[in-house]
């Protein structure tokens, strides 16, 4: 109702997750099963299922990198998981992404507004298509130690390098702030530093991996030093205004096991407690694995990575909290990754000869390929459904959230005269073999009815100018619907120039008659210009004939706009308008 402000959408709307879920698990499942069954049909055509996984490069697949390949699959494929999780559709863009852009560079601002906009107008096919990708991503690195996990890889080291800049705000490199406990410098920089070395020739990843990025993180730990000695960071703080102690409260305030949140609470109490001290503790385990890391380096020296690991594991526990409850967790966030990729770049693995394949040849090879067939599938499919999508009318799932579904009738629509905008008369009916869009427009409304007012502008625009439609609004308050409140309202909105466009009034006997006949609940509050009354758009065929009955309490976002859109020229494409 206007001026009665706008009802939350909630992430766990039942109609979008019943789409969600039709969509992962049907409609989905169907287009990756078929595009599996063409390719695996292909490979056996072209005798190299019992090929796959055999090659000498792959045999011969250094240690280290068959440790990253499969951890960092594994991780993907767990992220993957989370991506099924049911709030992700309306919940990724507005609760996940949204909050990064403060702590973003400003030209970044606008790139990562445009990918809220366009994930809201297409909610559920980009979370169907992140969900399988990442699912793909990881089954593939985990199958193939060859050609296609190097493709893969590529693949992967894009979809890390896009998520880290547009989906983490570039890793809230230059927020406020940063700590590497909270998730500085992003986990999806890992990610693709893993995915880099993982498609390059196995060659060049046994001669410069472990050297090189065991540098890479050195450098990252000592600018890690830095951030946690910066005053304005707060973690030099006592008491609940530490920052360590301010985000364990935060977090445990997210539904999660109980000893958790405990053990989360506790250590957050401690180091409010200690202070400074508590400072002091990281910022010399950073620093020491800094330093050795830089040594080992060029040296065989181990410590450095088992301490730089153990720590990680204490701190993913105390300062991300798991980092995967609440429903919209996408990721481990940082501290794992980075410490699975300082692990197998440790200079133990050096030198260590290729895992020993226990399984048979045969069972290995036509197993790995049947699985990184499946796994292509989810990548391709995903690619092009999201590629689809994204030039794709807006789909109807944020009207649906809003509004609930609509009705679909059979029933004579009333009819009525009243005076349009030029003040000749216009009887609802008088345009044979015409559709007509109905709706109630408050002429001094300035919340829902200018939102509605574009809808119907959009709409029309939509269906081009030979479009057998008329728009008719009627003035929906009894204390102001004059000629020249609607002339208002007519110029301020830019409705003048949408054809076959009416905005009807009339006495306010007759006016009223029509709002009873329609169901719409029409009042006014006292010392209030602006009327309250009911949102609801009626599809009418040429036969006269009420089609569907639409609520609509409009979103004042673009895109949510353009979800009702679409739904009404759905609706009315289905009502034979074409």
């Known amino acids: 109702m206007p001026g009665m402000g706008h009802s939350h959408v909630s992430n766990v709307n039942p109609i979008v997750v019943a789409l969600f879920?039709?969509?992962?698990?049907?409609?989905?499942?169907?287009?990756?099963?078929?595009?599996?069954?063409?390719?695996?049909?292909?490979?056996?055509?072209?005798?190299?299922?019992?090929?796959?996984?055999?090659?000498?490069?792959?045999?011969?697949?250094?240690?280290?990198?068959?440790?990253?390949?499969?951890?960092?699959g594994a991780i993907w494929l767990f992220d993957g998981l989370l991506q099924f999780q049911p709030q992700m559709p309306l919940g990724l863009a507005n609760n996940v992404v949204e909050p990064t852009i403060a702590g973003a560079p400003s030209w970044l601002h606008p790139i990562m507004y445009s990918a809220i906009h366009l994930w809201n107008?297409?909610?559920?096919a980009l979370a169907t298509g992140t969900a399988w990708i990442?699912?793909?991503?990881?089954?593939?690195?985990?199958?193939?130690?060859?050609?296609?996990?190097?493709?893969?890889?590529?693949?992967?080291?894009?979809?890390?390098?896009?998520?880290?800049?547009?989906?983490?705000?570039?890793?809230?490199?230059?927020?406020?702030?940063?700590?590497?406990?909270f998730g500085w410098p992003g986990a999806t920089l890992f990610y693709f530093i893993a995915?880099?070395?993982?498609?390059?020739?196995?060659?060049?990843f046994a001669r410069w991996f472990s050297s090189v990025t065991l540098r890479i993180i050195a450098a990252l730990l000592a600018i890690a030093v830095v951030l946690q000695c910066l005053p304005n960071n707060e973690f030099w703080h006592g008491g609940n205004s530490n920052a360590l102690a301010a985000m364990t409260r935060t977090m445990t305030q997210t539904a999660q096991p109980h000893g958790l949140a405990w053990f989360v609470r506790h250590v957050g109490?401690?180091?409010?407690?200690?202070?400074?001290?508590?400072?002091?503790?990281?910022?010399?385990?950073?620093?020491?694995?800094?330093?050795?890391?830089?040594?080992?380096?060029?040296?065989?020296?181990?410590?450095?990575?088992?301490?730089?690991?153990?720590?990680?594991?204490?701190?993913?526990?105390?300062?991300?909290?798991?980092?995967?409850?609440?429903?919209?967790?996408?990721?481990?966030?940082s501290l794992i990754p980075l410490a699975v990729v300082a692990w197998c770049a440790r200079p133990a693995l050096r030198t260590a000869p290729p895992v020993v394949r226990r399984l048979p040849e045969e069972l290995r090879s036509s197993t790995g390929a049947v699985v990184a067939t499946f796994a292509t599938s989810m990548v391709l499919f995903s690619i092009i459904s999201m590629g689809v999508a994204s030039v794709s009318a807006a789909e109807p799932a944020l009207f649906l959230a809003q509004n609930g579904s609509v009705t679909g009738v059979d029933a004579r629509a009333t009819t009525f005269t009243l005076t349009?905008?030029?003040?000749?008369?216009?009887?609802?009916?008088?345009?044979?073999?015409?559709?007509?869009?109905?709706?109630?427009?408050?002429?001094?409304?300035?919340?829902?009815?200018?939102?509605?007012?574009?809808?119907?502008?959009?709409?029309?625009?939509?269906?081009?100018?030979?479009?057998?439609?008329?728009?008719?609004?009627?003035?929906?308050?009894?204390?102001?619907?004059?000629?020249?409140?609607?002339?208002?309202?007519?110029?301020?909105?830019?409705?003048?120039?949408?054809?076959?466009?009416?905005?009807?009034?009339?006495?306010?006997?007759?006016?009223?008659?029509?709002?009873?006949?329609?169901?719409?609940?029409?009042?006014?509050?006292?010392?209030?210009?602006?009327?309250?009354h009911s949102d609801f758009m009626f599809i009418i065929n040429p036969a006269g004939r009420i089609r569907w009955i639409i609520p609509d309490d409009p979103l004042s976002g673009v895109a949510g706009q353009e979800s009702t859109e679409s739904e009404l020229l759905s609706l009315l494409a289905k009502s034979g308008l074409h």
């Open 195 to 204: 995915a880099v070395w993982i498609a390059l020739p196995p060659g060049i």
């Open 269 to 333: 109490d401690l180091a409010g407690t200690l202070g400074g001290g508590f400072n002091v503790i990281v910022i010399l385990w950073l620093a020491t694995c800094a330093a050795g890391l830089y040594y080992a380096s060029a040296h065989e020296a181990n410590w450095p990575v088992v301490t730089l690991a153990v720590g990680c594991v204490v701190f993913w526990i105390v300062g991300e909290d798991l980092a995967i409850f609440g429903g919209v967790g996408t990721d481990i966030n």
């Open 420 to 532: 349009d905008q030029h003040d000749h008369p216009y009887t609802l009916d008088e345009h044979g073999g015409r559709y007509t869009l109905l709706t109630f427009l408050d002429p001094v409304c300035w919340t829902d009815c200018p939102l509605l007012a574009a809808q119907l502008k959009d709409v029309r625009s939509s269906l081009g100018p030979s479009a057998k439609i008329d728009v008719v609004a009627v003035a929906a308050n009894p204390l102001h619907q004059t000629l020249a409140n609607i002339h208002h309202f007519i110029a301020i909105h830019d409705m003048g120039s949408v054809a076959n466009f009416y905005f009807l009034t009339g006495k306010p006997a007759v006016t009223a008659a029509v709002w009873r006949e329609y169901g719409i609940s029409v009042s006014n509050e006292p010392g209030v210009a602006m009327s309250i």
């Open 134 to 181: 990442q699912v793909g991503i990881g089954l593939a690195l985990i199958a193939s130690n060859a050609g296609l996990g190097r493709l893969v890889a590529v693949v992967a080291a894009g979809w890390a390098a896009l998520i880290w800049l547009i989906g983490n705000g570039a890793g809230g490199a230059f927020a406020s702030g940063n700590s590497i406990l």
């Open 121 to 124: 107008a297409h909610p559920v």
């Open 21 to 72: 879920r039709h969509s992962v698990y049907v409609s989905s499942a169907y287009w990756i099963i078929g595009i599996a069954t063409l390719i695996l049909f292909g490979v056996i055509l072209l005798g190299r299922i019992n090929n796959f996984n055999l090659s000498r490069a792959g045999l011969s697949e250094p240690r280290a990198r068959t440790y990253l390949r499969i951890a960092f």
